[in-house]
């Protein structure tokens, strides 16, 4: 099957598996496994923080540190497309006790103006308005990202009216291979930093939460009480440094197969809009007349796997596991569908 559910569903490569095999480990709870704190001083240095902490998945690393930066009663601001809000089960409710204020950003861009005239007065009506979380790159958006001169302007905000800022790096590789900014800028402006590997970089499972060590400090003592105190951890954290290692500037192809299907789809008669293509994800829109069930359960019985996106809508996810010939294959199938 050619897979472009999520470029979660990649599978490691055989260097992957060798470096996992071959890794020196212990127990990471005593903080002695060597390739996990390896890993963690890698990434931390990687984007200029003081400390990093690995975690079992994204969802784990972003509500570890919105735990680490709200009190029960706080507010977090974020897009109401984030990752945070609609896929992490409401965890923002569960395990920290905070509200949220959802904006309407651009493709799920906040802006500085649409932040600051959501946060809260200091009244007791009101919960205390405390963190603001951005994702890059936008999932919902198709893939949207965020420049360095886009993020200043909201941390200074931050810091004028003594907010944390958190940066959901989902696919941060992808997003510093369009804008070119550079990783090792982005410490600078943010409290907390999560940085998946487990998608577009390819390895199996992780993510690492970034921060300053005291904030790590509290961030371990709240991964254990969440269960994510790993042992011999270092198998997985050696897929997380070989990915770093191999993976990053590979990510440039993910993004052009994802430019020649979006330029095949756009030209189809099916297909009313397509999001603008920044990075490795695809989202178009169908038209009414085109039955989406229908649509995605037809390329799957050709070999083809994409995901629905909401209504009339459905998602490519590019990634290390697609090749030239598995976007050639799948637009010759899709081009079928207009005769």
Not at 190 to 196: A, H
Not at 230 to 242: D, P
Request: net charge negative; charged share 25%.
């Amino acid at each position: 099957m050619i897979d472009y559910r999520s470029d979660t569903v990649t599978k490691p490569t055989k260097g992957m598996l060798d470096a996992m095999f071959s890794a020196k480990v212990g127990d990471d709870v005593f903080g002695e496994d060597e390739t996990v704190n390896t890993l963690e001083r890698k990434l931390a240095d990687m984007f200029g923080m003081e400390d990093a902490m690995f975690c079992p998945s994204g969802t784990m690393s972003n509500q570890i540190a919105i735990k680490c930066f709200t009190q029960p009663l706080d507010e977090v601001i974020t897009d109401q497309t984030s990752h945070v809000y609609k896929y992490e089960g409401g965890g923002i409710m569960f395990n920290s006790g905070a509200s949220v204020k959802l904006l309407n950003g651009e493709r799920g861009i906040i802006t500085t103006s649409l932040i600051e005239s959501e946060i809260n007065p200091t009244d007791f009506h009101y919960p205390k308005s405390s963190l603001v979380v951005i994702e890059n790159t936008v999932n919902r958006g198709g893939g949207a990202c965020y420049k360095l001169d886009d993020i200043e302007p909201i941390y200074h905000l931050c810091k004028l009216k003594n907010l944390k800022l958190h940066l959901d790096g989902a696919r941060i590789f992808n997003a510093l291979q369009t804008t070119k900014d550079e990783a090792i800028d982005y410490g600078q402006y943010f409290d907390g930093i999560s940085v998946c590997l487990s998608k577009g970089l390819g390895a199996p499972v992780g993510s690492v939460f970034l921060a300053s060590k005291k904030t790590i400090n509290y961030a371990r003592r709240v991964r254990k009480v969440f269960g994510g105190g790993m042992r011999q951890a270092g198998f997985l954290a050696a897929a997380g440094i070989y990915a770093l290692e191999n993976n990053i500037e590979r990510l440039k192809q993910d993004h052009l197969h994802a430019e020649v299907i979006a330029e095949s789809l756009q030209k189809l008669s099916f297909v009313k809009n397509i999001m603008p293509v920044e990075t490795n994800i695809v989202i178009m829109e169908l038209n009414e007349q085109k039955n989406i069930d229908e649509f995605v359960n037809e390329l799957k019985e050709q070999g083809i796997l994409c995901g629905t996106f909401g209504k009339q809508m459905v998602r490519f996810v590019t990634h290390l596991d697609i090749n030239s010939k598995d976007v050639d294959f799948t637009l010759n199938a899709i081009n079928k569908f207009e005769h």
